[in-house]
Nanobody, 125 residues
């Protein structure tokens, strides 16, 4: 059964940076759009960013614009989320998900095909 594995989380001080990775298992990312979400216990899952299968389109939620960058490397079969200027409110379990869309230049947050379990990010001094 295909699934995704996230890594790169950890404890970081406010203002610090982390790079999260999203690795597919038993499939390739090439034809999938990728999205990152985050979830704090007791709260709803929140969309963070997405990137199209072409890599030419990306979207960011307002809370992370200018600080986070989503990317993909299909030669390495990986997707990434570079997170800079982290703040305590960014603390959450970060999950990636894959999506199939008709357009290779579209990404979104509904109808995921595969999910990961997440990697925990804690921003604290």
């Amino acid at each position: 059964q295909p699934y995704l594995v996230e890594s790169g989380g950890g404890l970081v001080q406010p203002g610090g940076a982390l790079r999260l990775s999203c690795q597919p298992k038993h499939f390739t990312l090439r034809n999938f759009a990728i999205s990152w979400f985050r979830q704090v216990p007791g709260k709803e899952r929140e969309a963070v960013a997405c990137i199209s299968s072409s890599g030419m389109a990306a979207l960011y939620e307002d809370s992370v614009k200018g600080r986070f960058t989503i990317s993909r490397d299909d030669t390495e079969n990986m997707a990434y989320l570079q997170m800079n200027y982290l703040q305590p409110e960014d603390s959450a379990n970060y999950l990636c998900a894959s999506f199939i869309y008709e357009s290779q230049h579209f990404c979104g947050y509904d109808g995921a095909t595969y999910w990961g379990r997440g990697t925990l990010v804690t921003v604290s001094s």
